[in-house]
Nanobody, 122 residues
Framework: QVQLVESGGGSVQAGGSLKLPCAAS????????MGWYRQAPGKERELVSS???????SYADSVKGRFTISEDNAKNTLYLQMNSLKTEDTAVYYC????????????????WGQGTQVTVSL
């Protein structure tokens, strides 16, 4: 049973920093990588950052230069370092394991954590 547990959320002033860990347990088969998503009130869930199985990282334009995704395989933990936070970064942040079901299936975020709230105020 795959389980993803995010933590590290909270309230911070604009310009501040937070680091979100996501602890993974259980064996993840057919992995393409991991990702961080967020969902703000009234908005759709969006991809913030991802790291593929070969270590390639990508970021949404809105967080480039401010957020950094990383992983510690020894601890089975994914991280999202968030610096220079803005009020528009306020959202529930989710980590996801991106996997495929078979070789014909595209990579999808098939496993999700419960989310952690990040609130940025002026």
């Amino acid at each position: 049973q795959v389980q993803l547990v995010e933590s590290g959320g909270g309230s911070v002033q604009a310009g501040g920093s937070l680091k979100l860990p996501c602890a993974a347990s259980g064996h993840i088969f057919n992995t393409c990588g991991m990702g961080w998503y967020r969902q703000a009130p009234g908005k759709e869930r969006e991809l913030v950052s991802s790291i593929s199985s070969d270590g390639t990282t990508s970021y949404a334009d809105s967080v480039k230069g401010r957020f950094t995704i990383s992983e510690d395989n020894a601890k089975n933990t994914l991280y999202l370092q968030m610096n220079s936070l803005k009020t528009e970064d306020t959202a529930v942040y989710y980590c996801a394991a991106v996997t495929y079901n078979n070789k014909y299936d595209p990579c999808r975020p098939n496993y999700w954590g419960q989310g952690t709230q990040v609130t940025v105020s002026l």
